[in-house]
């Protein structure tokens, strides 16, 4: 009994003489190093001449949409004011903006511009303020306009996520001769000169390694640029990528290999008012081949998606198209709508053999949307049966208001080709059931 009495009270002794500590994992509480954290990127950003911000949106995949890049260039100050331009459009480009910005912290530190800026254009839903690839109000690009930094402390290059949308973007510092350069007109000049050097060149391509021809298409309205050529066995072969552009020209998302050439930046040669391509020190041009370097239907349905015929006349358009498109209007503003067509789509997908023909009209309280589908078949002479499959609830109030149009869609068999001029890149659907009747559309 002496002896566990002894022993018990040992061990009390050496509880008792224990001191009770807590040791913290990290420095400071988690609000000072929130606090700390939004300092250090605050004076990051303003440190630095400008950043060159690129935002990759992905809202728009569940639309079935792919879209490129935007560039934004920008310039912080201590007190929250930000000055930007962006690649968006040819104004973005050439005027600049100041609004305002906050760093906070959400679920990591964030990035927020707070006042309506350029950056919220492509996010805006009215489409017809972000003219929104989906057509449709409430979409927008699918793109952000706050952003979690994805580390807690910065680094050289930033990297984000759009805390809405989830787009990939990253910011990364400029020189000063790059600030200067972007916010004195260069980045609005680039833009203005990659759409004369597109619409001027129908076929551009630059030779591969091997010598066979890579095409290249440009398209400027979902800001895609897609390679092609065709392999061993005549099958198209297209390496699709997002881009945006910047003061030196037109830069990928990602690094891309084709033609044995990798790179990711076509360089702008000012002298020689062309694109180039720079890879393991050797400069490949882009030139125009003068004729196609792909046949249309190769391309149809992949590289060349959407044609888009507007309500005024284009060049390789029938009398009798005209005055078919012409019945279609006077029957639709007589209507129990009172509706104008402001444009038709044709959407082709070549994995589906599918085609979505999209009338767009207006009415007093906005545009919407009539939408047919089909499906297509090619016969050995390589001209298109489209056959109808069905239609939304717009597209069935309206069908006999289209009757002037749908028929020969409905009951035509078509080819279809390129149908360029000197100042526009167009596609032609010709009806070989009826020869007079013909139309083209840009793409």
């Not at 952000?144 to 990364?172: K, Q, R, V, W, Y």
């Not at 209007?329 to 104008?340: A, M, R």
């Amino acid at each position: 009994m002496r002896l566990f009495c002894i022993m018990l009270l040992s061990v009390t002794m050496i509880l008792t003489g224990c001191t009770k500590k807590t040791e913290l994992l990290f420095p400071g509480t988690a609000d000072e190093r929130i606090s700390e954290s939004l300092t250090a990127y605050q004076d990051k950003l303003s440190g630095a001449p400008g950043w060159k911000l690129f935002v990759y949106p992905s809202g728009l995949l569940s639309q079935g949409i792919e879209v490129g890049g935007l560039t934004y260039y920008m310039k912080f100050t201590s007190d929250n004011r930000v000055t930007m331009i962006g690649d968006f459009n040819q104004s973005m480009a050439d005027t600049a903006k100041e609004s305002s910005y906050r760093l906070k912290a959400l679920q990591k530190p964030s990035l927020i511009f707070d006042t309506y800026s350029y950056i919220h254009v492509a996010a805006d839903p009215d489409a017809a303020i972000s003219e929104s690839p989906s057509g449709m109000n409430g979409f927008g690009w699918g793109t952000d306009f706050d952003f979690g930094f994805t580390s807690a402390t910065p680094a050289d290059t930033l990297f984000l996520e759009g805390n809405f949308n989830h787009s990939m973007a990253l910011m990364i510092p400029l020189s000063q001769e790059e600030a200067d350069a972007a916010f004195s007109g260069q980045l609005g000049h680039i833009v203005a000169v990659t759409k004369k050097f597109n619409d001027e060149n129908s076929f551009l391509y630059f030779p591969a390694t091997d010598g066979h021809k890579i095409g290249v298409a440009f398209n400027l309205t979902l800001f895609i640029l897609n390679f092609n050529h065709l392999d061993e066995n005549g099958n198209l072969v297209t390496v699709s990528v997002p881009f945006s552009r910047t003061t030196t020209g037109i830069h990928f998302k990602n690094a891309v290999t084709v033609g044995g050439y990798t790179f990711q930046d076509l360089l702008w040669d000012e002298a020689q008012k062309a694109y180039y391509i720079e890879s393991g020190g050797s400069r490949v041009n882009i030139t125009d081949a003068g004729t196609p370097v792909i046949p249309f239907d190769k391309l149809l349905g992949s590289a060349i998606n959407t044609i888009v015929v507007p309500p005024d006349s284009l060049p390789g358009q029938s009398t009798s198209f005209r005055t078919a498109f012409a019945d279609a209007q006077t029957s639709l503003q007589n209507g129990p709508y009172g509706l104008t067509i402001e444009e038709l789509d044709y959407t082709f997908d070549a994995a589906s053999k599918t085609m979505i023909y999209d009338v767009l009209v207006s009415q007093s309280s906005g545009l919407y949307l009539a939408r047919f589908n089909y499906t297509y078949e090619a016969n050995t002479q390589g001209n298109i049966k489209f056959t109808r499959t069905s239609a939304n609830g717009n597209a069935q109030l309206i069908v006999e208001d289209l009757g002037a149009l749908l028929q020969h869609i409905d009951n035509d068999r078509f080819h279809m080709d390129y149908y360029n001029t000197p100042d526009s890149k167009l596609a032609q659907f010709k009806s070989v059931t009826d020869p007079g009747y013909f139309f083209t559309g840009n793409y």
